[in-house]
């Protein structure tokens, strides 16, 4: 009963208020046959004791060197930020719906959403969805309801977006029989811009745009963004919010923006925590934004004309529309969401450029030690801090040898496609420094020396 | 109220935070480049923290109220569970990493799947789904793969209890299929024969939660199970209310095929002002194959690995582009394993104690249960429609009133049939002092409703904000900051 | 306000936090057994966090409010700090752990050692004591230790400035010195005849810190260290104000002998509501042989060990059972590591310059300057003398009222010899609206003083209380909970 | 600049206001020639460096299983205490001068009084001094103040008191010219009652009993008390708060009770971190409270009765009393108090008694496995969880050789008393299971057969 401040005289004297005699009485509407059995479950642990066996579980994953990307992100986490997200008025309150007794998070997802938008571009941001990859299946739906009447509502995804993204496009939004068709690569990474006019020619909907891609490629996103409006195309576009400090916002892409901005900000102050919970956002212009899902906070006064803040929109919502609502969603990261905007308030646009570049800054020196060294990269293409590199030898070995050397060393991207054997997919952050890529460089050479040997 | 935006300057910086230089990246092709920077705030450190620990005061939360919000089983969150899924050697773990160097993380996965499946009765689980509206998904999407699986195309209607939860429709639709409300009796229970009238071979499934969100317990489970099965549908156990049973009852047992838990409901894990929470789902064996991926497994000679496509090759898929909330798990796993085998079992006898003792305690106090011939499960529903027909104070005015007493409010018109309600859910970790005041509390402030209503409809008058203008909020939208606005205060 | 004890009930426990058992001990005699246990408060988890999470509500504190307190220098506490200290291999390690595997702590100590004497322009730093008083009696007790290593017994008394902190007096009687006060001129210096009259062959030594408390810089430090040594004495420096002067004089160049440091005003440590603090001291050569132990020391080799009274057989001795207040350390180490040369030589320029800013404008807002021809060090003084001759308000009305306005009060009454006095510090980490944001309110508290004074003593008006009896408190003590008693609300 | 706020234009536009065109004016007071030289100072880093810097320093002390006590105790900390206690408004306020702007803080020092008052038996008890070691002097000098016209201020102190609590005790009082005279011990390790009187018989003003002593060893505290105070003696008692929650508490020694009762209250949720901070307490009898040293937080009323608290009884301190005041102190160890505070209200006198006897469980496991293996203890006395073991070889290769198997083994006790050859002081808690012990018992046999071969 760890945690239930109950003594016997308590439960005796409520029991007695209630004219119970025992507590199973409290159970008498419950059908006896349905009456669980002895249950198999561990022993009662006291904190210490669980604490001690999770910290022998945890280990010293955060002793090793981190050159994984592919999708989340290692940057500096200022001690602020989850010391402040972790204030038990934070961490443990509700959802809030009750807007007097909740101004505290309120006002910090409206700044989130104003942080977004303007990182991203567009008007209007939501107070996050579950992940990215969530996110996006989120935002081809709300896409395709802003297409209502197309139609051919297929939706056009590049094979460049992260394989797992795409699965988990396909996996929600499949279920209402929607179509997905993905459309190659040239051979610099980018989406080809042929194959997209014969994929638009065939009739689409919606194109989903990923900047940087993946294999943190740099696409020719005006271009692309025009070429597919221009033929009643919504455009999606997928991102990582740590490029926008330097990449040119989606809502000014091509001549009209983007109609839709997506993408999971946790590289924005949100730990790597095994992959969740990280933190999707959804941002649109403001003539969408009743199509969006997700909850969002708006400024209003009081009946003082004190200004303040409240869940507004709320007839978008399930708990309101029910079968109508935008999304089923409820229950969203709201706490990541929180530290999202700590972190952008620590950061500040120029810190956050100082961590873009820097991250970027070191993947150049990579790449000049590795091209030094013989391995060339895949792609020909301007890259964001990411890029696959072609080894003389397979991946997973390298992996292993690697881990010996206490280094996370990349991703094996043949795992996700054939084509790119021999593919290993390195990112660098602001975490590692010089010394840390040169290691890296000089381990990774020691490595495949020692596999072809 | 002072935006952080207000508190910026052209030039600052929390020079700490950043790294020391900006390397000048001109291998990125100047087109690509974005020209105007984003206006994110440029404040110093103390600026930053004093602003966030000032905005956390304005909230009400566990940590410093009774927060007795009916569905939501605002329960004491361990920190101890928060020390344990802080632990660096989680924190830093990349999704991809090696399974080799993360069998730490995976058992513990794996052992809270394991806990999972005896606490519900059930035969598989997949930790995946980021909240309980995911999990609600996913099952719904299992019972979509499973006809199809069948060839059984004609389902195309998910049925639904009117006292339903709006992620149970709201899922359904987005699975693709239409939704067929099912009345519920003035007793709390499921219409039986609107149900039996319902049920076709058009049926994939019926959702429900078990207790209902009356706050009752259904007691034709064995029934309505009977009836959805021979009709040739599938049951589904939105497992938001679970704590109310926990132990005593499991959803398996009662013939549930599948269901979704709200780890942030009923494994105490934190709410963080509106998430992430997580929302396992668990299956009867016929719903294995189809289980959201990844998924934990342990091969013979225990060692871990995520399960994923090329193990259920039949998998719904993935929900999310890694593995869930993992950092939630880990709190969930935390509370499992601290609370064991005894604590888990007290769990739903003392939130059903104390959820009767407040019924029992406010209907003494002059307030109208909406079920008074029934047990209260883990939370109960008053209903003010006499005091709002008689004073002209509605739920929303009691519950606004109650601020000002320190209380957060119940839910407040949920579920949507009965009138004026408020759903009441104390939790087992509140103490019989805390219930006593809450009902002090009611009682002062139905006085007040008969003797100074105004009162009431003008409150709350103690917190940061007077009551707030919602329709305003939606008329005017405004809802992102615009550089050079002013918060006007 | 409600005492945990008040939530207490018999028999109930926070059960995660005990051991699940309690074995007999019945090897231990009966006689020396305890029969009653103590009123400890038997309170849940949840009770715990949620009494003391409301409580801190109820503090200002740096995180939260402007807290220009004088003397004290309450800058932001890098957050970065606290995680560096509470890193569980630093939290985890015994004080009697075998230096081979302390290396790592030793050699940060041992930085921090060499990085505060370059700052201070000392020899010799022990980093033992506890807090800044105790850094004085190191220093005194050196002082003492010096005379009589060499026979000079004559030296008796100790001459310190009237403006002087309390600590100074006090801590020249715990090293069993009588003390003699040496008046400040009109002008905030010392007077340099009176210091001249009572300087001799009794004089151990004099105390003072530069600037003084005054909040000016004493001009004549050298004539003052030329008569004090020309006398025999050595010189003490308070370092309670070394944050006006960082980087910019160094006290050793002053020719101060001896020293103490506050890190939990000048290095940024938390305060802690009272502490705990840490009070290095540095020395002169001469003083080097009389260093309180344990002091960090480095061999050729570069291992580091704990120098003890093996090490400096003259040592004043050991000031705690271990090693002074490591965590404090920690965080010091972490800040001048962060700031480095460049940050640690700005932090005097920018704390002038708020507080010349910030008395410059109090001065154009009415105010009555202490020292109106002196240039501000890092804090400053204004006297409402005349506000409370002609509008009977006093310092401590004002400073009350300052609460209301949200801002903590300045330090009121000391130095003792300016009468109502404010002591006016807002230190480097401040920006410029926080600082014209107090002028608003001190105006606007002005304008109230002479049109509603009464407003000024009824304050403060805002918070969990208003003004506090204290005659009464001293009166009937009440200085702990009874077993029975009620708080009475 | 790391944390200073101001852009180059705020520092203009302030100069301006000041009327001065360079910050060096701010300085214009000061002698040019006192200006500092050149310093050598490192270079500035980011959090993020210094932070793996420090990590790097910080290692992995806390995976070794510790068995030293000896004045610093490893028990369990509910996580609940340090995130309560690191909560901005509690770690970054200053002394509580501010009552009506301190109520957070004030009451926790009131409930510590209380709580610490109730634990110790006595009336009254301070809102803390540094540690225990500068505590006992402290304690040693109000003693002393109680004793005002004694014909001779003596000090007798048993040698069974930590030997680094005697020496502080010694460099602070010494100041003072008080001698203090050494009690030797029985060969129980306990205080020798006979030696006691002789000391007492050449006149002494103030005994120092310390239960238990540093050996973990038990005394017979009632007669000893009693013996002295017969003498117009003033007792100190010296303890560990956590043994109290099982032991006497020493306002019930003897007839009369202990005078005065000073300690270290780390044991009580305060971690090891390589010696502090740490947190003393003093308590006392109401009639001695104006001699206490140290803060004191007294309960009053505000302006409209309602309750509230405040600092008290300044009187006796420097800020108001300088050369006259009861001690020099001003920073005192607030947070580790409030700490303790907290740790207390979630143990309750239960939780407490069972980490005591737990503590306590585990040494007389430890001791009979080692009894069993030939080894024993120096004293044939009771103990507290803590006890000296005489070895068949020398200590410090021992030690070393159990740190290499991950075991902070004990102290050697011959380094302070030669009298104690091959004494290992060994100490458990709660922390331990007893299969730590049985693996402990096991590597020390496994050690002592390797250094004798
Ligand atoms: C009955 C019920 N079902 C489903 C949900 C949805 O859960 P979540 O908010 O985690 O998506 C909730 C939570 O509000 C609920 O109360
Ligand atoms: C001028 C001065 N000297 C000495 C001290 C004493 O320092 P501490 O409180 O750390 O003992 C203080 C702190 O209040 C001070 O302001």
């Given at each position: 009963?760890?945690?239930?401040?109950?003594?016997?005289?308590?439960?005796?004297?409520?029991?007695?208020?209630?004219?119970?005699?025992?507590?199973?009485?409290?159970?008498?509407?419950?059908?006896?046959?349905?009456?669980?059995?002895?249950?198999?479950?561990?022993?009662?642990?006291?904190?210490?004791?669980?604490?001690?066996?999770?910290?022998?579980?945890?280990?010293?994953?955060?002793?090793?060197?981190?050159?994984?990307?592919?999708?989340?992100?290692?940057?500096?986490?200022?001690?602020?930020?989850?010391?402040?997200?972790?204030?038990?008025?934070?961490?443990?309150?509700?959802?809030?719906?009750?807007?007097?007794?909740?101004?505290?998070?309120?006002?910090?997802?409206?700044?989130?959403?104003?942080?977004?938008?303007?990182?991203?571009?567009?008007?209007?941001?939501?107070?996050?969805?579950?992940?990215?990859?969530?996110?996006?299946?989120?935002?081809?739906?709300?896409?395709?309801?802003?297409?209502?009447?197309?139609?051919?509502?297929?939706?056009?995804?590049?094979?460049?977006?992260?394989?797992?993204?795409?699965?988990?496009?396909?996996?929600?939004?499949?279920?209402?029989?929607?179509?997905?068709?993905?459309?190659?690569?040239?051979?610099?990474?980018?989406?080809?811009?042929?194959?997209?006019?014969?994929?638009?020619?065939?009739?689409?909907?919606?194109?989903?745009?990923?900047?940087?891609?993946?294999?943190?490629?740099?696409?020719?996103?005006?271009?692309?963004?025009?070429?597919?409006?221009?033929?009643?195309?919504?455009?999606?576009?997928?991102?990582?919010?740590?490029?926008?400090?330097?990449?040119?916002?989606?809502?000014?892409?091509?001549?009209?923006?983007?109609?839709?901005?997506?993408?999971?900000?946790?590289?924005?102050?949100?730990?790597?925590?095994?992959?969740?919970?990280?933190?999707?956002?959804?941002?649109?212009?403001?003539?969408?934004?009743?199509?969006?899902?997700?909850?969002?906070?708006?400024?209003?006064?009081?009946?003082?004309?004190?200004?303040?803040?409240?869940?507004?929109?709320?007839?978008?919502?399930?708990?309101?529309?029910?079968?109508?609502?935008?999304?089923?969603?409820?229950?969203?990261?709201?706490?990541?969401?929180?530290?999202?905007?700590?972190?952008?308030?620590?950061?500040?646009?120029?810190?956050?450029?100082?961590?873009?570049?820097?991250?970027?800054?070191?993947?150049?020196?990579?790449?000049?030690?590795?091209?030094?060294?013989?391995?060339?990269?895949?792609?020909?293409?301007?890259?964001?801090?990411?890029?696959?590199?072609?080894?003389?030898?397979?991946?997973?070995?390298?992996?292993?040898?690697?881990?010996?050397?206490?280094?996370?060393?990349?991703?094996?991207m043949e795992r996700f496609d054939p084509s790119l054997q021999h593919g290993l997919l390195v990112c660098t952050t602001e975490l590692l420094e010089s010394e840390d890529v040169r290691d890296y460089a000089q381990s990774l050479m020691d490595v495949i020396r020692e596999i072809k040997a | 109220m002072t935006l952080i935006f207000e508190h910026s300057i052209p030039g600052r910086r929390a020079a700490a935070q950043a790294p020391l230089t900006r390397p000048c990246c001109d291998d990125l092709p100047e087109h690509l480049l974005r020209s105007v920077p984003p206006a994110l705030p440029e404040v110093s450190e103390l600026q930053v923290v004093r602003h966030y620990t000032r905005l956390s005061q304005k909230n009400f939360s566990i940590d410093t109220h009774f927060y007795p919000l009916g569905s939501c089983t605002m329960k004491y969150n361990p920190r101890g569970a928060h020390r344990a899924a802080m632990l660096p050697g989680f924190l830093a773990r990349h999704p991809l990493a090696l399974p080799e160097e993360s069998q730490g993380v995976l058992s513990c996965l794996y052992d809270l799947q394991e806990i999972l499946k005896e606490l519900t009765g059930m035969?598989?689980?997949?930790?995946?789904?980021?909240?309980?509206?995911?999990?609600?998904?996913?099952?719904?999407?299992?019972?979509?793969?499973?006809?199809?699986?069948?060839?059984?195309?004609?389902?195309?209607?998910?049925?639904?209890?009117?006292?339903?939860?709006?992620?149970?429709?709201?899922?359904?639709?987005?699975?693709?299929?239409?939704?067929?409300?099912?009345?519920?009796?003035?007793?709390?229970?499921?219409?039986?024969?609107?149900?039996?009238?319902?049920?076709?071979?058009?049926?994939?499934?019926?959702?429900?939660?078990?207790?209902?969100?009356?706050?009752?317990f259904e007691r034709q489970i064995n029934l309505i199970a009977g009836m959805v099965h021979t009709a040739g549908g599938l049951l589904y156990y939105d497992g938001a209310n679970l704590n109310a049973i926990l132990g005593k009852v499991r959803p398996g047992d009662m013939g549930f095929d599948v269901l979704h838990m709200n780890l942030h409901k009923t494994f105490a894990t934190p709410h963080g002002g509106g998430g992430p929470g997580s929302g396992p789902v668990g299956v009867h064996e016929r719903l294995m194959p189809f289980l959201p991926i990844p998924v934990v497994g342990r091969n013979d000679d225990g060692v871990y690995a995520w399960l994923d496509e090329r193990d259920l090759p039949q998998t719904i898929g993935r929900l999310s582009a890694f593995m869930g909330n993992i950092g939630v798990l880990l709190r969930a796993y935390f509370y499992a394993r601290q609370l064991g085998h005894e604590g888990l079992l007290r769990v739903g006898v003392y939130a059903s104690l104390n959820a009767n003792y407040l019924m029992h305690r406010l209907k003494e106090a002059g307030f109208k249960l909406a079920y008074p011939e029934r047990r209260a499960s883990h939370e109960f529903i008053i209903s003010l429609e006499w005091e709002a027909r008689h004073w002209g104070v509605t739920a929303m005015d009691v519950a606004k009133r109650l601020l000002d007493y320190g209380f957060h409010a119940p839910t407040t018109y949920f579920p949507l049939l009965v009138p004026e309600c408020l759903l009441i859910e104390p939790t087992e970790t509140e103490s019989r002092a805390e219930l006593d005041a809450f009902v002090a509390a009611m009682q002062s402030i139905r006085h007040e409703a008969e003797h100074n209503p105004q009162l009431l409809k003008d409150a709350p008058h103690t917190l940061p904000v007077r009551r707030l203008d919602d329709v305003r909020a939606a008329r005017e939208l405004n809802l992102c900051w615009k550089p050079g606005e002013s918060s006007n205060q």
């Open positions: 009963m760890s945690y239930i401040p109950h003594t016997y005289e308590d439960e005796q004297s409520m029991l007695h208020a209630l004219g119970l005699q025992h507590q199973d009485q409290l159970f008498d509407e419950i059908p006896a046959e349905l009456a669980a059995p002895a249950l198999n479950l561990p022993e009662s642990l006291n904190e210490m004791q669980v604490l001690r066996l999770l910290s022998a579980k945890a280990g010293h994953f955060h002793e090793r060197r981190c050159f994984i990307g592919f999708g989340a992100y290692a940057h500096h986490i200022p001690a602020a930020v989850w010391d402040i997200v972790g204030r038990g008025e934070f961490m443990t309150a509700y959802t809030p719906y009750q807007a007097e007794a909740s101004q505290g998070t309120l006002q910090v997802i409206y700044e989130f959403q104003s942080m977004m938008a303007m990182l991203t571009g567009m008007d209007v941001c939501n107070a996050s969805v579950y992940d990215g990859a969530s996110g996006l299946a989120e935002a081809v739906l709300m896409a395709l309801r802003l297409q209502k009447k197309h139609p051919n509502p297929r939706v056009l995804v590049p094979d460049g977006v992260h394989p797992w993204y795409r699965q988990t496009l396909r996996s929600i939004v499949s279920q209402q029989g929607i179509q997905i068709s993905e459309v190659g690569h040239n051979d610099k990474g980018q989406l080809d811009p042929s194959r997209l006019d014969e994929e638009i020619a065939r009739g689409a909907a919606v194109l989903v745009l990923a900047q940087p891609n993946c294999w943190g490629v740099l696409d020719d996103v005006d271009a692309l963004t025009d070429q597919a409006q221009k033929a009643g195309i919504k455009v999606v576009a997928l991102v990582n919010p740590t490029s926008l400090a330097l990449l040119k916002p989606p809502g000014l892409w091509g001549t009209r923006g983007a109609d839709l901005v997506v993408g999971d900000a946790q590289p924005l102050g949100i730990p790597l925590s095994s992959g969740g919970p990280y933190v999707g956002f959804l941002a649109c212009r403001i003539e969408s934004v009743r199509q969006l899902p997700g909850r969002l906070v708006g400024r209003t006064v009081d009946v003082s004309m004190r200004p303040g803040f409240t869940l507004t929109l709320q007839a978008r919502e399930q708990h309101i529309r029910r079968a109508k609502a935008t999304s089923n969603i409820c229950t969203n990261q709201g706490l990541a969401m929180s530290a999202a905007t700590i972190y952008m308030s620590l950061l500040g646009a120029e810190g956050l450029a100082r961590v873009a570049a820097v991250s970027h800054q070191r993947m150049l020196e990579l790449s000049r030690l590795l091209e030094d060294a013989g391995i060339e990269p895949f792609f020909a293409s301007p890259v964001f801090h990411e890029r696959l590199f072609r080894l003389p030898v397979p991946v997973q070995p390298v992996l292993q040898a690697m881990a010996q050397r206490g280094f996370e060393a990349g991703v094996d | 035969k598989g689980v997949s930790l995946t789904p980021a909240a309980g509206a995911q999990g609600e998904f996913a099952g719904v999407a299992m019972i979509r793969a499973y006809h199809q699986s069948r060839s059984d195309h004609a389902r195309t209607e998910i049925l639904i209890p009117t006292a339903a939860h709006g992620t149970n429709p709201a899922t359904a639709v987005m699975c693709g299929y239409t939704v067929r409300e099912i009345p519920v009796l003035d007793n709390g229970d499921v219409d039986l024969d609107a149900l039996q009238l319902a049920l076709g071979p058009q049926t994939a499934g019926l959702m429900m939660t078990n207790p209902s969100t009356c706050g009752v």
